[in-house]
């Protein structure tokens, strides 16, 4: 997985651009055809011919369908709005700031892909199991983002634990999903960040 540095400082020439939108469309087209047919019955060539490229292509950018699902284009985003906050902020509250920024910043329709994206990966079976296995990198890359914020070393213990628990929230947090929209999410998760800077008090 790429450091928080090379996701957020990553060039954005002309090409690269390209790229990020015929993947953007593929995903798209992906989740739209899971959502009108169901997850299995979809097929790579079905989703390559909705995005009008071909399956080479698709496999260029996705090795497997289960990819479509689990790739997340806010992280760049996620990771400059965290960098953007104020440096006096800790950790938690600078998530917090960031959080509120890409909710006010964000088209409401990549915030509704999002949440279909996590609706999927939380219920179908083997994008659950793929989803429980990244959950590893997930936790390197909060604590890489942390690490550059505090100046703390990426193995510190307690560094490892917050990003521990930050993905134990969203673990927590995400059923949410399935019973509201997308601003019942942010809101569900931003009181679960709250608990944690309370210390949990049980």
Do not use: C, N
């Amino acid at each position: 997985m790429a450091s928080p540095s090379e996701i957020a400082d990553r060039p954005m020439g002309l090409r690269e651009r390209k790229k990020l939108r015929t993947r953007a469309t593929i995903q798209q087209e992906a989740l739209r055809l899971f959502r009108e047919r169901g997850y299995a019955a979809t097929t790579v060539d079905e989703i390559a011919a909705a995005a009008e490229v071909s399956q080479s292509t698709f496999f260029r950018y996705f090795p497997a369908k289960e990819d479509v699902v689990m790739y997340d284009s806010l992280d760049p985003l996620m990771i400059t709005a965290f960098r953007a906050q104020p440096p006096e902020l800790t950790p938690l509250a600078a998530l917090r700031g960031a959080l509120v920024e890409l909710r006010r910043t964000l088209p409401r329709e990549e915030l509704e892909r999002e949440r279909e994206r996590h609706l999927l990966a939380s219920t179908v079976p083997e994008l659950r199991a793929r989803m429980l296995t990244s959950l590893t990198g997930t936790v390197e890359l909060l604590a890489e983002m942390v690490a550059e914020r505090t100046g703390r070393p990426v193995d510190d213990l307690a560094l490892r634990t917050f990003a521990g628990a930050l993905v134990g929230i969203s673990l927590a947090t995400i059923e949410s999903m399935a019973r509201g929209s997308v601003e019942d999410y942010f809101d569900t998760y931003s009181r679960a960040l709250e608990l944690l800077e309370q210390g949990l008090p049980l």
